[in-house]
Every structure is written in structure tokens, then in C-alpha cells.
């Protein structure tokens, strides 16, 4: 049970809150992701990071989570960054399966000549 010290909030629910809806205002937003200047991790990098971390990189662990929770605003803003660096891991994949398939059909074009 909460007492009225443990939060400096207008709202303070010690339960479940059932919504229709819940409108969060950001004051960032991830779009940046695909722009010029974002640096997007190798693959590789990004396959160490969770080896050693067990989580995505700029996700928060989970005791960072249990002790200190979430703004559910900045969880989105992290998941939605996630969501398009994922689509750009996709497209650069999809590109280098392209790349490949040509490059095999020039190898079995070569080989019938």
C-alpha cells in the first residue's frame, strides 16, 4: 500500500487502471533513426551487447526497470527506435540478399557458357 510520502505525483494508483485510451505526449521521437547522422550499431555489436548484457543496447535491465520503473513515454520512444533500426537492419539485409542472388545468377550464367 502507498502512503501519501511515497509520490510527489497529482495520480498515485497502488492497483490495475483499466483505459479505452491513454494519450502520452513525447517530447522526442525516434524518426532520427533515419536520418544522415544516426549511427546505426553493426549487427556484430549489437550480438555482443546482448551476450553480455542479456538485453538490447539503450534498453533498460530489468532491475533497473524493477527498481526504478519506466515512463511508459520513454519506453515508446525506446521501442520505436528499436522498431526502426530493426527496418533498417532489414533493408540492409534484404539489399545484401540481392546483391548475392545476382552475383549467383552471374556464376550460373558463367557455367553454362
Known amino acids: 500500500m502507498f502512503s501519501s510520502g511515497d509520490f510527489d505525483h497529482w495520480l498515485s494508483v497502488d492497483g490495475i487502471i483499466f483505459a479505452r485510451e491513454m494519450k502520452i505526449t ?7 533513426v533515419f ?5 546505426l550499431l553493426p549487427l556484430r555489436r ?38 526502426e533500426e530493426l527496418t533498417l537492419y532489414v533493408i540492409e539485409l534484404s539489399k545484401s540478399n540481392h546483391d548475392l542472388k545476382s552475383e549467383l545468377e552471374e556464376v550460373k550464367q558463367g557455367l553454362k557458357r
Open 35 to 39: 536520418g544522415p547522422e544516426y549511427y
Open 46 to 83: 549489437v550480438e555482443q551487447f546482448i551476450a553480455e548484457h542479456s538485453r538490447l543496447p539503450d534498453v533498460p535491465s530489468e532491475t533497473e526497470v524493477k527498481e526504478h520503473g519506466i515512463a511508459v513515454g520513454e519506453m515508446q520512444q525506446i521501442l520505436m527506435r528499436k522498431i
Open 26 to 32: 513525447a517530447v522526442n521521437w525516434a524518426n532520427y
